[in-house]
């Protein structure tokens, strides 16, 4: 139940709440506590700061000091480091359990009434409070304010489409109350791509009309080009973007350097809420330097020792220069897994636009004849060396929901029983080079199209062309910009395009099972369905598949469903459905992704999953934690 989820989150604050250690100060701040520009650690750290043991990983305690360098392939992506840097409201563990990060606690009742408890004493990187003030502002300022929000608060904030109530309790605690459940509200929080819930107060009013004179704001509106007081403000609150030096954070890192750099600075936030256990306050790295260059170069910049900690702008395909230049680099490669469901998948598209394409995308015999036809060994050994997994798309090993029957459904080649089905749908005739004929006469055809950024799909593809051929389907590839495919999609003029899996490949009672519902025009199965749905019936079409629109009433059910266990029970059902239906074919999984370390890293996983969502790429594995050994 879900109070049970809330007492292990209190439970998980209490055990950390230990009397810690009279911790040595970080050498680098050093001066600036002599001077009197700082104040000392015991007065930056939280009264109830968040006490980690490293070993409770299989790490050891590190030491402070260092810059560690990494390589981005464009200044955007210095938001990245919000994704690795991993403070949250609440965050996933390990094993991917939500656990106070940032709060101190959080109580839930019924589902639906969430009673957050901020840490005493926690500062923002430029040492003003962290407040239940910080909370009142985003939720009346920003996300309730029609200037800075047109739409309103996001989705996850609306529960039976209504919002909270929100209350301040004190300074330290805020409470959400919705008439009914809210399971996305925690998740929400703890996602790679934070929602940022509460803002710093005391640094926006500056930039925010119903507490800055108009006369004030007119100077700064005009200075920075834009052209009223809500854009200015949102130009200043980029909590995401990472490129306002000026916008405190919580960060365990404080970019330095505006945007449109080709090199960023990062420096330690003095006022970090983690320590260890025996008081040493996180993070434990210094300094982070990220340098800019294209992703073509990455590869070659890692052989060279350019970089400390390397996994953006890599891909399997980089491993044999990776290792062959480790000797000269001072780094070792490590082959993490994927998180998606599966690396590379093909979306029938059953909002396709041609009627004899579209009834036989939603024939289900013809999804799994696809599938069965498929030679995932072939995609396996020619592409990976045989260390992926040929599996559909399906949750992974490290889900609580992996079932092996469902990850190998209509996943093993059989030519036989693929041409059988084909047959018995009614696709005996044949042109003379052996394609298929459709029942008007027209050749089955099948035109894949991919957004021509990773070679792997462009090669699945070759392999997948001469299996299917097999079968009597002739694959024409084409290559597109990746929003150019997305637009064709959305019109239902793609007609099977190759993606990756779900995002989430290793979900929990707990995830928002957006990605299995037509819910999203994002999703390439279903776009007009998820259309129809994100604008209420505006737009596309409403979905008329038994089975579709049994997931979306099981979503439904999920978004309504305070009971943990009922929410597992959701998702393996919507699990089994698209095993039995093949919405998306998958070909493999658990592809490795290579990882650069520099040999004087310490604290890097031998082995972990590389994943979006959840896990936020390398913030799940606590950057804060690594350290240099000399």
Do not use: C
């Not at 929100?166 to 925690?186: C, E, H």
């Amino acid at each position: 139940m879900m109070m049970t989820f809330a007492r292990r989150l209190a439970a998980a604050a209490v055990a950390l709440a230990l009397a810690l250690p009279a911790g040595a100060e970080a050498p680098v701040l050093q001066p600036e506590v002599a001077a009197g520009r700082l104040p000392p650690m015991a007065e930056r750290l939280p009264s109830e700061a968040l006490v980690v043991d490293p070993a409770a990983r299989g790490r050891v305690a590190g030491r402070q000091g260092g810059t560690l360098r990494m390589i981005f392939g464009r200044a955007r992506d210095i938001r990245l480091m919000v994704v690795y840097g991993y403070a949250r409201l609440v965050g996933y563990d390990a094993d991917y359990r939500l656990q106070p990060d940032i709060l101190r606690a959080v109580e839930v009742e019924d589902g639906r009434v969430f009673t957050l408890h901020l840490r005493a004493g926690h500062r923002w990187s430029d040492g003003h409070p962290f407040t239940a003030e910080d909370f009142r502002y985003w939720w009346e300022d920003v996300a309730n304010d029609p200037d800075l929000s047109p739409s309103g608060p996001p989705d996850f904030m609306l529960a039976g489409g209504k919002p909270p109530v929100f209350t301040i309790l004190s300074d330290t605690a805020v409470r959400f109350a919705w008439d009914a459940p809210n399971p996305r509200f925690l998740p929400a929080l703890a996602q790679a791509r934070d929602p940022f819930i509460y803002r710093p107060a005391h640094y926006l009013r500056a930039f925010h009309a119903r507490y800055a004179d108009a006369a004030a704001l007119a100077p700064l509106i005009a200075a920075e080009k834009v052209r009223n007081w809500a854009q200015l403000h949102n130009k200043f609150d980029e909590m995401y973007n990472f490129d306002n030096p000026a916008l405190p954070t919580l960060q365990p890192w404080v970019n330095t350097t505006p945007s449109n750099n080709q090199r960023y600075l990062l420096v330690r936030n003095p006022f970090y809420h983690r320590v260890d256990l025996r008081g040493t306050q996180l993070p434990y790295i210094d300094r982070i330097e990220i340098s800019i260059a294209a992703g073509g170069l990455v590869a070659s910049k890692v052989t060279l020792g350019e970089t400390d900690l390397q996994v953006r702008g890599l891909s399997f395909a980089d491993a044999p220069v990776l290792k062959r230049g480790e000797a000269t680099g001072g780094y070792v490669t490590r082959l993490w897994r994927s998180g998606v469901a599966s690396e590379i998948a093909l979306y029938p598209n059953l909002n396709y636009v041609d009627p004899g394409f579209r009834a036989l995308f939603r024939d289900v015999r013809f999804r799994r004849a696809l599938s069965l036809a498929a030679d995932r060994r072939a995609v396996n050994k020619s592409i990976y060396f045989g260390m992926a997994e040929e599996r559909a798309n399906a949750a992974l090993p490290a889900s609580p929901f992996f079932d092996p029957a469902a990850a190998t459904a209509f996943a093993a080649q059989d030519l036989a029983q693929a041409n059988a089905l084909l047959d018995e749908i009614g696709l005996t005739q044949r042109a003379a080079d052996g394609v298929r004929l459709l029942p008007d006469g027209r050749r089955l055809e099948i035109v894949i199209e991919g957004a021509g950024e990773r070679p792997e799909e462009a090669d699945a593809v070759e392999l997948l062309t001469e299996a299917w051929r097999e079968a009597g389907i002739r694959v024409i590839w084409r290559p597109l910009d990746r929003d150019i495919l997305r637009n064709a999609a959305y019109r239902g003029e793609a007609m099977m395009p190759v993606w990756y899996g779900w995002d989430n490949g290793i979900p929990t009672a707990d995830t928002p099972p957006d990605g299995l519902a037509p819910v999203d025009q994002a999703n390439f199965s279903w776009p007009m369905w998820g259309q129809h749905f994100q604008t209420g019936g505006a737009a596309g079409e409403a979905p008329d598949l038994p089975a579709a629109q049994e997931l979306l009433d099981l979503y439904r059910q999920w978004n309504a469903t305070a009971d943990a266990r009922g929410r597992a029970e959701i998702w393996r059902r919507m699990l089994a459905i698209h095993a039995d239906q093949v919405f998306a074919i998958g070909l493999v999984s658990g592809v490795p992704q290579p990882v650069a370390v520099s040999r004087r890293l310490m604290n890097v996983p031998a082995e972990a999953v590389y994943a979006w969502d959840p896990g936020a790429h390398m913030g799940v594995h606590r950057m804060d934690e690594f350290f240099f050994a000399e």
